[in-house]
């Protein structure tokens, strides 16, 4: 008999944003003259699910559909508006590796820091203090401040730290995307091992991939509200097939970011439309993008990434000091790549459209558009790039 | 339910110990400041107030260093437990734990300097030569209140100040009016009587008081005044309590 662990019914989450943020009393008081405007943002609507012990429950969809907001209500972070949550059992809270986690102090005490945070006492680490260096592999660092560790050491102290915690249901967002492919591959073998031991993982993730070889069951989120539950490969083809469904409802949805990418076309220098190119050929990437308002100062962006998601370019118009002055209705950016330098293999493109100053993003999306190099020959080079060069000696 | 306390106390002690350890980070002197902070104050104070003023009070030097000291609790405390809780904010908006172990981590990591600088104190009363009365055993009583007072505060204006981010700087200015409408250099002698009933209306007035009378002066305090103050110090502490929980379930969005 499998018992529900989590039982969520019709949350809603609403976030007031008011145009200007009042945070001294100054502004309280010439405000108080004033209207008082606001800007509702429905994060999560009626979102209804349950989570069964021992299950491993995958969280898919666009950023800005809500996922992080309803992890984060799960935790305890964040009160709904409206609706009730049921959680029956302990959480261990890491949604993000290393809060907390404090520059100054060195790995040890930073360990013994973090392990608090999530809930575990001094002699529970004690105990296994050992082995959480070990599997870090920060032995030769463990008295040095933690400010001279790069992001890769921390995060594997964070990770090595954070599966210590005993709790029965474990919140995962977005660790996996960073440390190097040794470490991922430890990961993995620890969320094998968690699996086994049948602890409740939530897991949320652009990582479609581990999705779906982790989980269970996938819920895909859109707009805030819950769009379908089921088998997570069932789950990734409704994601993918999301960004080219106009349906008007889908894109009431989505219009709350502002702009919002509709599809990415690839085609060769003839403007014929493929997605299978050879090395050295021309690759027009071709962006459409909606908008039910007129923005304007906007920037594109795109990152190219190989199969396993490790990010070979990331170009942006900012970088260039270009800059799309209005957009309104549709729109479609070009980007061309003349003599492409990709080897064998599928390349995954990352689109994103963004304000000017960067700090807005309306819309990415990750691991959805993808291409193909196939050469006839077989591959001369090594690696995933190739590119113009002479030999001397 | 007590594994959750003990989780928590747990988190309170690892808290307080980092804010220990990185407060003195990368100064010479490193802990000696919590001592050399007071001290300096009370090197002027006994400066302008003994040696130039003359104040015609017994035991004067440490009549003022304890006065000094407990104050100075009640400043550093409440002022780390305001910051604190804006600092944390990352920690508040990513993990789920009773937010009032910030203030309460903050609060500790205060008693540290605390009991250091009341083991200078120590020294100085040893050197003057003044007996050990058997009323000392009340002092801990005394601390207990200012634990609870200060506490209480904290947890008011760290609460409060997450919505009006003034607070922070109203506080500041109120600590050092209280600095100086407080008996600390001066004795409630020279005050006229018909304001004593608004000083004892002040919590702090009765703690330093009091606490002079059991170690300095082997006065018993009058029962009442310990059972007012008492109250004061609760009440205090549950209306910090209240409303700390009460804009708790908001601090992650409004931080």
Not at chain 1, 153 to 169: E, G, H, K, N, Y
Not at chain 1, 211 to 230: A, L, P
Not at chain 2, 82 to 99: D, E, M, Q
Request: hydrophobic share 45%; with cysteine; glycine share 6%.
């Amino acid at each position: 008999m499998v018992e529900t662990i989590i039982e969520i019914n019709k949350i809603t989450k609403v976030f007031k944003i008011p145009h200007e943020r009042k945070t001294t009393l100054k502004e309280y008081f010439v405000s108080a003259f004033s209207h008082r405007t606001y800007e509702q943002f429905h994060a999560l609507r009626e979102v209804s699910f349950s989570v069964r012990e021992g299950e491993f429950l995958g969280i898919i969809g666009r950023n800005g559909s809500g996922k992080s907001t309803l992890l984060k209500i799960i935790a305890g972070i964040l009160q709904p508006n409206s609706g009730r949550i049921a959680v029956l059992g302990s959480i261990a809270p890491f949604l993000e590796l290393g809060v907390g986690f404090q520059p100054d102090l060195t790995a040890r005490e930073n360990v013994y820091l973090y392990g608090a945070i999530l809930g575990l006492s001094r002699t529970a680490i004690d105990q296994k203090f050992d082995s959480i260096i070990k599997f870090a592999e920060l032995e030769n660092f463990v008295d040095q401040k933690l400010k001279n560790f790069s992001s890769g050491m921390q995060v594997r102290l964070a990770f090595s730290t954070a599966i210590q915690s005993d709790a029965d249901i474990l919140l995962v967002d977005e660790v996996l995307a960073v440390g190097d492919a040794d470490f991922q591959r430890k990961c993995f073998n620890t969320f094998d091992r968690l699996k086994r031991e049948k602890k409740t993982i939530i897991f949320v993730s652009h990582d479609l991939g581990s999705i779906e070889r982790f989980c269970d069951r996938v819920v895909f989120i859109e707009g805030g509200k819950v769009k379908n539950i089921g088998k997570p490969r069932e789950m990734i083809t409704a994601y993918g097939q999301s960004f080219t469904d106009t349906t008007p409802e889908n894109i009431e949805a989505r219009a709350t970011s502002g702009i919002y990418i509709t599809k990415v076309a690839f085609s060769n220098e003839q403007g014929e439309e493929k997605k299978t190119f050879k090395t050295g050929e021309t690759i027009r990437i071709k962006i459409f993008c909606k908008t039910n308002r007129a923005v304007h100062n906007v920037i594109f962006g795109l990152e190219f990434a190989n199969e396993q998601g490790l990010l070979l370019s990331g170009i942006n118009m900012g970088i260039d000091h270009l800059v799309v002055e209005k957009v309104e209705g549709e729109k479609q950016v070009e980007f061309i790549i003349q003599n492409n330098p990709f080897l064998d293999g599928m390349y995954y493109v990352t689109p994103a459209v963004a304000d000017k100053s960067g700090d807005l993003i309306f819309d990415r999306v990750e691991r959805i558009f993808r291409f193909y190099i196939a050469n006839e020959n077989q591959k001369k080079y090594f690696g995933f790039i190739q590119f113009p060069y002479t030999w001397r000696f | 339910m007590t594994i959750k306390r003990q989780r928590y106390w747990n988190l309170v002690r690892e808290l307080a110990i980092a804010d220990f350890k990185l407060r003195y980070q990368g100064s010479v002197l490193g802990y000696l400041w919590s001592l050399v902070k007071p001290l300096l104050l009370f090197g002027v104070l006994y400066l302008v107030f003994s040696v130039f003023m003359r104040f015609d009070i017994a035991q004067y030097n440490l009549y003022l260093l304890l006065g000094v000291i407990l104050w100075g609790y009640l400043a550093e405390g409440t002022t780390t437990a305001i910051s604190n809780l804006v600092n944390k904010g990352g920690l508040i908006a990513r993990v789920s734990f009773p937010r009032t172990i910030i203030v309460v981590a903050s609060t500790v990591t205060s008693l540290i300097t605390l009991f250091l600088n009341l083991i200078v104190f120590m020294i100085f009363f040893i050197a003057s030569g003044v007996p050990v009365h058997a009323t000392v055993v009340l002092f801990p009583l005394l601390l207990l209140e200012l634990y609870l007072i200060t506490t209480g505060l904290g947890l008011l204006i760290s609460a409060l100040n997450i919505k009006v981010r003034d607070l922070s700087h109203i506080w500041e200015v109120m600590l050092q009016i209280g600095f100086w409408a407080t008996p600390i250099i001066y004795s409630m002698s020279m005050i006229p009587a018909k304001y004593h009933f608004w000083y004892f209306m002040n919590p702090m007035t009765r703690i330093i008081k009091y606490s002079r009378d059991v170690v300095i002066y082997g006065i018993a305090p009058d029962l009442k005044g310990v059972i007012a103050s008492f109250f004061m110090a609760i009440a205090l502490f549950v209306v910090g309590y209240l409303v700390f929980k009460k804009r708790e379930p908001y601090f992650a969005e409004d931080l």
